[in-house]
């Protein structure tokens, strides 16, 4: 194997995936010994099942691994289904194909092909597979196999292709283990997917993969990332500086942190409250001109009486500020 390959992936990974290590140290693995490894005609370039809590950055972690093997062209080399959105009987019909009716599957097998050519490999992934119809779960769990046939009696090769199933099958028992070692997390979620799927239907996969909850420390970071992330694209439109208060991440932190739903709540946090409180600032000129730079520059900070962030000019913080200080000084000179 080669381990530059393996150090520099699991370096990438590890920098936007926080709090999974182990996670990240055997996938990193099992890609740069498939990678590295003979050519396996009959068997897909890798068949990796990947769970453990909601939020954990399990789809993420697939499309970091795209983009760092296929940089800017890592979209063409990467396609995900939501296995959500085929739960029911005809779901069949939608993925595999029927008379008149395109197979959706074959098609991205197809383009996921044509985009790695003859030595290159691409991603296909089965987002929360535990969703989908069951006769469908069935048939996506045996692609250990390397061939596809759709319903028009063509054959699609897998050869190539890294063929990666997530599940949040045992999440909800992930949350109960919140103070146990990653060790116990991992043997739990991995029996309950082994209930899920069969414990045969599991040993088909090279790779079974289980994410790690993640910590109150952990999700403090991404959230200081995602708030960074947010005030740079907001900027972009608000055409004025932007200061962030001392208290804004702590309220982020205590509005969006939920150990059962990981990073996701985090996202939509920070996203809601960050936009609704610059929202009236968006394209705003009316003191485009002013010189006074407090006049211009805005201030996010956290209202405690609302529950909510607001954003106003730090000239008026100062005034506001200022006059709390007038006020208690004259009530001690009274007292």
């Not at 005809?90 to 985009?115: E, M, T, V």
């Not at 309220?251 to 990981?262: A, Y």
């Not at 407090?294 to 405690?304: A, D, G, Q, V, Y």
Request: hydrophobic letters at 40%.
């Amino acid at each position: 194997m080669n381990e530059d390959l393996l150090t520099h992936l699991s370096s990438a990974l590890n920098q936007q995936l926080l709090g999974q290590t182990e996670a990240v140290r055997e996938f990193a693995t099992t890609l740069a010994l498939s990678l590295q490894g003979r050519n396996r005609p009959d068997r897909t370039k890798g068949l990796i099942f990947l769970a453990g809590p909601t939020g954990t950055g399990k789809t993420e972690m697939v499309r970091l691994a795209a983009q760092y093997l296929h940089g800017e062209n890592a979209e063409t080399h990467f396609h995900r289904l939501d296995m959500a959105e085929y739960q029911h009987p005809d779901s069949l019909h939608r993925l595999l194909g029927a008379p008149g009716q395109p197979a959706l599957l074959g098609q991205a097998i197809d383009r996921l092909n044509a985009a790695a050519g003859e030595r290159g490999t691409a991603f296909l992934l089965f987002d929360e597979i535990e969703k989908a119809y069951s006769d469908l779960v069935t048939i996506l769990l045996s692609f250990d196999a390397a061939r596809l046939t759709t319903s028009d009696g063509s054959t699609r090769d897998l050869s190539r292709l890294f063929v990666i199933v997530t599940s949040n099958v045992g999440a909800a028992r992930a949350a109960d283990l919140q103070h146990a070692p990653y060790t116990a997390l991992r043997d739990e979620v991995l029996l309950q997917a082994e209930k899920r799927f069969r414990k045969e239907t599991l040993a088909r996969f090279d790779a079974r993969i289980v994410m790690n909850r993640l910590s109150y420390d952990v999700q403090r970071e991404i959230t200081r990332r995602l708030l960074e992330k947010e005030v740079r694209e907001q900027t972009q439109f608000l055409r004025r500086p932007l200061e962030i208060g001392r208290d804004v991440l702590n309220f982020l932190i205590r509005e969006g942190f939920t150990p059962d739903l990981g990073a996701r709540n985090l996202r939509s946090t920070v996203e809601r409250q960050v936009g609704r409180a610059l929202l009236p600032w968006i394209g705003r000129v009316d003191d485009e001109y002013v010189e006074d730079r407090f006049s211009r520059t805005l201030l996010l900070r956290e209202n405690r009486a609302a529950r909510q962030l607001d954003a106003i000019r730090v000239a008026d913080e100062i005034r506001t500020s200022d006059l709390r200080s007038a006020l208690t000084n004259r009530r001690q000179a009274a007292a």
